[in-house]
C-alpha cells in the first residue's frame, strides 16, 4: 500500500494537486457532453480497481449518465453494454438504473458461460439491482491487464417507458493497468527485477541492456486523441540494479526523442526507483506523423541515461509536510573520495518562514547502517544542510539515504537512492560507435580509445584513437576529427587533427581545476556531424596530510641513510687509524 500511496502522492504534487479526470486508458472515461432530448449529459465509465491482479478477482464497473450543466442524474437509464477485447466480443448485456448510477459487480472465474444475477426492469429485459445487491455478473470477463474497448447505448431515460427515438451510441476503451515483472542480468551476471506498469495495454518485446530498456505496446496511432487523456508508462528499476539507476532518464517513443517533463523519476516505493513516462494528448498529437514512419498500431518505447546529471532529486514526505531536494557534489560518487550532500527542505502548507528544525538521517548499504546522525538544520531557507561522507570501496553500489523524524513526526520521512561507483580502471580499448546528430540511427564511423596512464589523474596524459569504419571494422586513413574535452558543460579544450593511418593520439596536461568528471568527444569525424563522446574521471592530487606524510618519511628515510653513513665512516676512520 506504501507504494500506491507515494505513486499517488507523487502524481498529485506533480499536477499541482489538480483533479485527475479519468480518460482513454486510465481505468475510467469521461465523454464530452452530447445532447439528449434537448439537453448536454455526460456519460462516464470507471473499472474499480483499476490495476489487474490475478488474486483479486472482484471488480466493479459503475456507468454514470449526468446533465453537463448541474451533473443532475439523469434518471430511469437503460443501457445497453458491449465490451471486448483484442478484437474478441466479452459480452453484451442490457442493464437497468432508476438512478442513472448503475454499478456491476464482476466476479472473474474461468468459467465459459457468464451468469448475471439481479432484477428484472418491468419495462424491457434489462438487469438492474435488487433491494440489497448490485446486479453481479460472474465468467470469464477481467483474466488480463490491458484494453477494454466498450460500446455503450442509451435506450430509455427520465422514464422507464421512454424509449429513446434514436439511441445515444458512445464507444471508448478503459485499461487494467498491468504488472510485468522480468528477472534481468546485469553487467556482471548478478540477478535483478524490472518491472513494467502499463495503464495502457498490454507489454510486449521487453528487453534490457546495461544501456537501455526497450519494449512494445500495442496502439493505435490513427485514433480520435480527442477521447484519449493520458499514456502512463512506470518502470521500477530494483534496487539492486545499480548500474541502471541514474538521476536522469532519456527516452523516445517511435525513435522520437520524448521531452524532459515527459519523463520522471522517484523513489517512492521501497525496492527501487520508479520511471514515469507520461504522455499528454497534445505531445502524442505533435510526435504522431514522426512516430507512424515506424508504426501506425505499435508504441515502442526506448528508455536510457540522459548525458544530462538530474539533480536534485526531490520527494515529499507521506504527511505532506515537507518538500525535500537531495543533490551532491561531485556529480558522479566514488568510493575513496569525499562526497558532499546537500538537503533542502520547504514546507508545504504554511507561511514558509524561514525555522530550525531537528530530523535524523542515515544511510544504508546493502541493509546495513553505514552513516548515521542527528542534524540540526532549517527549513524554508535558501541554504541547504550539508554534510561530507566518503564512502569505502565496500560501499560500491547502491546507498539508500533515509531522512526521517522530522521535526518528531513519524510520517515526515522521505528516502533517496545514490550509486557509489568503484574508482575508474578502463578496459582498453574501448570500442565507441559513432552517433549522427542529423540521423542518430545510421551512423558510419567507430573510435577504438585507450589512455594512459589507464588511471588518470594530475599531469600529462596521453589518448591513443584508432578510426575504422563501423560495420567491417576497416581502418580509415587520412580522417580528421577534433578532440574536445568538457567539464560541467564548459568546454576547456579543443584540437583539431588527422589520422594519416587510422590511428593517432593526443596528449593533454590536467591541472587541478580540471580534476573530477569530465566528457571526451571526439566530434567531426571524416567531417561529417559523426561524433564520440565518453565519461572519464581525473583523480585530484593527494590530499596534503598524505603529502606531508610522505614529505616527513623521506626526510627520516634520508636523516636514517645519513646516519648510518657517518657511522659507517666512522667506523673505517679507526680502522685505518687502528684504533
Do not use: C
Not at 543 to 557: A, N, Q, Y
Amino acid at each position: 500500500m506504501r507504494v500506491v500511496e507515494f505513486s499517488i502522492i507523487f502524481l498529485l504534487v506533480s499536477l499541482g494537486f489538480s483533479t485527475l479526470v479519468y480518460g482513454h486508458g486510465l481505468g475510467g472515461e469521461t465523454h464530452p457532453p452530447v445532447s439528449l432530448d434537448g439537453r448536454d449529459v455526460t456519460l462516464s465509465i470507471d473499472i474499480s480497481p483499476s490495476i489487474f491482479d490475478k488474486d483479486d478477482p472482484e471488480r466493479y464497473i459503475t456507468i454514470n449518465l449526468s446533465e453537463s450543466k448541474n451533473q443532475a442524474v439523469v434518471e430511469h437509464v437503460t443501457f445497453a453494454l458491449e465490451m471486448s477485447k483484442d478484437g474478441e466480443e466479452i459480452f453484451r448485456r442490457i442493464f437497468h438504473d432508476d438512478f442513472g448510477n448503475l454499478i456491476i459487480k464482476v466476479i472473474n472465474d474461468d468459467s465459459d458461460e457468464i451468469k448475471i444475477k439481479g432484477d428484472k426492469s418491468p419495462a424491457i429485459e434489462a438487469w438492474m439491482k435488487t433491494a440489497t445487491e448490485p446486479v453481479t455478473m460472474t465468467g470469464n470477463i477481467f483474466n488480463s491487464g490491458g484494453l477494454y474497448e466498450y460500446k455503450i447505448e442509451i435506450l430509455t431515460a427520465d422514464s422507464d417507458f421512454n424509449f429513446l427515438d434514436k439511441r445515444l451510441e458512445l464507444v471508448g476503451a478503459v485499461s487494467l493497468a498491468e504488472y510485468n515483472t522480468y528477472e534481468v542480468f546485469d553487467s556482471e551476471q548478478e540477478t535483478n527485477q524490472v518491472t513494467v506498469i502499463s495503464y495502457f495495454d498490454t507489454i510486449e518485446n521487453f528487453e534490457y541492456g546495461s544501456e537501455e530498456i526497450t519494449f512494445s505496446m500495442p496502439f493505435d496511432w490513427n485514433q480520435d486523441f480527442e477521447q484519449l487523456s493520458v499514456v502512463h508508462q512506470e518502470v521500477r528499476i530494483s534496487e539492486g540494479l545499480s548500474e541502471f539507476l541514474h538521476t536522469k532518464y532519456e527516452a523516445r517513443v517511435n525513435g522520437v526523442p520524448l521531452l524532459d517533463t515527459s519523463v520522471t523519476i522517484d523513489d517512492y516505493s521501497d525496492d527501487g526507483r520508479t520511471i514515469h513516462i507520461v504522455l499528454n494528448r497534445e505531445e502524442l498529437k505533435q510526435i504522431r506523423e514522426q512516430a507512424m514512419e515506424l508504426s501506425s498500431s505499435e508504441m515502442f518505447f526506448e528508455i536510457g541515461q540522459s548525458k544530462e546529471y538530474g539533480l536534485p532529486l526531490e520527494a515529499v514526505t507521506p504527511d505532506l509536510r515537507y518538500r525535500v531536494n537531495l543533490y551532491w557534489e561531485p556529480e558522479i560518487i566514488y568510493a575513496d573520495e569525499n562526497t558532499t550532500f546537500f538537503l533542502k527542505s520547504n514546507e508545504l502548507f504554511t507561511d514558509k518562514s524561514e525555522k530550525n528544525i531537528q530530523y535524523n538521517l542515515e544511510m544504508l548499504h546493502n541493509g546495513n547502517v553505514i552513516f548515521k546522525d542527528q542534524i540540526s538544520g532549517t527549513v524554508n531557507a535558501q541554504k541547504p544542510d550539508e554534510f561530507q561522507f566518503k564512502f569505502s570501496p565496500e560501499h560500491v553500489g547502491t546507498v539508500t539515504l533515509n531522512m526521517f523524524d522530522i521535526e518528531g513526526n513519524s510520517l515526515s520521512d522521505v528516502s533517496f537512492l545514490v550509486v557509489v561507483k568503484p574508482q575508474d580502471v578502463a578496459k582498453f580499448p574501448i570500442k565507441l560507435e559513432s552517433i549522427s546528430e542529423s540521423n542518430p540511427y545510421n551512423s558510419k564511423y567507430a573510435v577504438d580509445l585507450t589512455w594512459f596512464p589507464n588511471v588518470l589523474e594530475l599531469g600529462e596524459s596521453e589518448f591513443i584513437m584508432t578510426f575504422t569504419e563501423k560495420d567491417t571494422g576497416k581502418p580509415l586513413r587520412d580522417v580528421t576529427f577534433d578532440f574536445v574535452l568538457v567539464k560541467n558543460g564548459t568546454e576547456i579544450h579543443r584540437k583539431s587533427g588527422v589520422a594519416v593511418a587510422g590511428g593517432t593520439f593526443e596528449n593533454f596536461v590536467f591541472v587541478e581545476k580540471e580534476a573530477g568528471n569530465l566528457t571526451l568527444r571526439i566530434e567531426k569525424i571524416a567531417g561529417t556531424d559523426e561524433y564520440v563522446e565518453i565519461q572519464i574521471h581525473v583523480t585530484p592530487e593527494f590530499p596534503l596530510e598524505f603529502l606531508l606524510v610522505i614529505g616527513i618519511s623521506i626526510i627520516f628515510i634520508i636523516m636514517l641513510t645519513k646516519t648510518k653513513f657517518l657511522k659507517t665512516l666512522q667506523i673505517q676512520t679507526q680502522v685505518s687509524q687502528g684504533i
